[in-house]
């Protein structure tokens, strides 16, 4: 197997991983009061992406991103902590405002740590609870 392909599945089993695990919390801690949306992260070199789904309908309920011109004119780069936290707050923002206010965490195969981190502060301190 090519040393690339190794990467990638290895990159897929982190994610399937972590998403399962999430699933279960899901479900076993939110049986009774139903299940929340699920706050997914992917950052790739140079920008940081994140949304808010609806797994049972398979819809994305709210999106931010570095890419976006709101954004853009306000960051030097969207690669770094600074933009994460910005991302975390507008999608905390625009949940708000689709009336969604508990989330679950979803790091994907990235490790809670730096950029991921910062979003994940940012989307708290603007408002989201996980």
Partial sequence: MAKSQVKTSAAQRRSYRTRNKIRRINIERNAVRGIRPRLSVFRSGKQIYAQ????????????????????????????????????????????????????????????????????AEGARSGGLEF
């Fill in 52 to 119: 808010v789904i609806d797994d049972i309908k398979g819809v994305t309920l709210a999106a931010a991103s570095t890419i976006e011109p709101e954004l853009k004119e306000k960051l030097k780069t969207g690669a770094n902590t600074k933009a994460a936290l910005e991302v975390g707050k507008l999608v905390a923002k625009r949940a708000k405002k689709a009336g969604i206010g508990k989330v679950v965490f979803d790091r994907g195969r990235f490790l809670y740590h730096g950029r991921v981190k910062a979003l």
